[in-house]
T-cell receptor, first 114, second 109 residues
Framework: EAGVTQFPSHSVIEKGQTVTLRCDPISGHDNLYWYRRVMGKEIKFLLHFVKESKQDESGMPNNRFLAERTGGTYSTLKVQPAELEDSGVYFC????????????FGQGTRLTVV | KNEVEQSPQNLTAQEGEFITINCSYSVGISALHWLQQHPGGGIVSLFMLSSGKKKHGRLIATINIQEKHSSLHITASHPRDSAVYICAVRAGGAQKLVFGQGTRLTINP
């Protein structure tokens, strides 16, 4: 069974450009989460999809971030326009529905905004 | 103050030593996770606990719900155990995880 896949693994962009990160969850996992680790800080929650619906987007930092999960399969996280403080590692995780189901994480996308 | 605090932040030990990493949290939780991240690697789930103790190989995780505290122990540590160990909790009825800052463990041969 394939794990959670994230693409790209690294991205270096200039301030003001747009970047789109992609996450393919484990097949059959209805829960999909985006998290971010900014340099030197703990990993923080961005948002949570259940199937194609946004269940909780309380962690999204501002309206430059747009997440989608069309059809309830893969998800994209677009940053437009990117700012220097957006640099960090973006993790995706997925799990089955239910109470306390195990979350599986992707390898992460390292985003560097210069 | 973060809702999830880990100690120590950094730990260096010699191969074979018994390792303990601590995690304290300040919120009611439904589950606590211990995660591992090797340098350049992804995050791997080691344990999910809601009570008691779990063991997998040389790793042991315990949780005390009343004291809001969990520990991760590694017996007979090995250089391949060198990684960042992260404690994360699922608070109350929420689905999202709240993370500690991680403990960077280095085991020297």
């Amino acid at each position: 069974e394939a794990g959670v896949t994230q693409f790209p693994s690294h991205s270096v962009i200039e301030k003001g450009q747009t970047v789109t990160l992609r996450c393919d969850p484990i097949s059959g996992h209805d829960n999909l989460y985006w998290y971010r680790r900014v340099m030197g800080k703990e990993i923080k929650f961005l948002l949570h999809f259940v199937k194609e619906s946004k269940q909780d987007e309380s962690g999204m930092p501002n309206n430059r971030f747009l997440a989608e999960r069309t059809g309830g399969t893969y998800s994209t996280l677009k940053v437009q326009p990117a700012e220097l403080e957006d640099s960090g590692v973006y993790f995706c995780a997925s799990s089955h529905l239910g109470v306390n189901t195990e979350a599986f994480f992707g390898q992460g996308t390292r985003l560097t905004v210069v | 103050k973060n809702e999830v605090e880990q100690s120590p932040q950094n730990l260096t030990a010699q191969e074979g030593e018994f390792i303990t990493i601590n995690c304290s949290y300040s919120v009611g939780i439904s589950a606590l996770h211990w995660l591992q991240q090797h340098p350049g690697g992804g995050i791997v789930s080691l344990f999910m606990l809601s009570s008691g103790k779990k063991k997998h190989g040389r790793l042991i995780a315990t949780i005390n719900i009343q004291e809001k505290h969990s520990s991760l122990h590694i017996t007979a540590s090995h250089p391949r155990d060198s990684a960042v160990y992260i404690c994360a909790v699922r608070a109350g009825g929420a689905q999202k995880l709240v993370f500690g800052q991680g403990t960077r463990l280095t085991i020297n041969p």
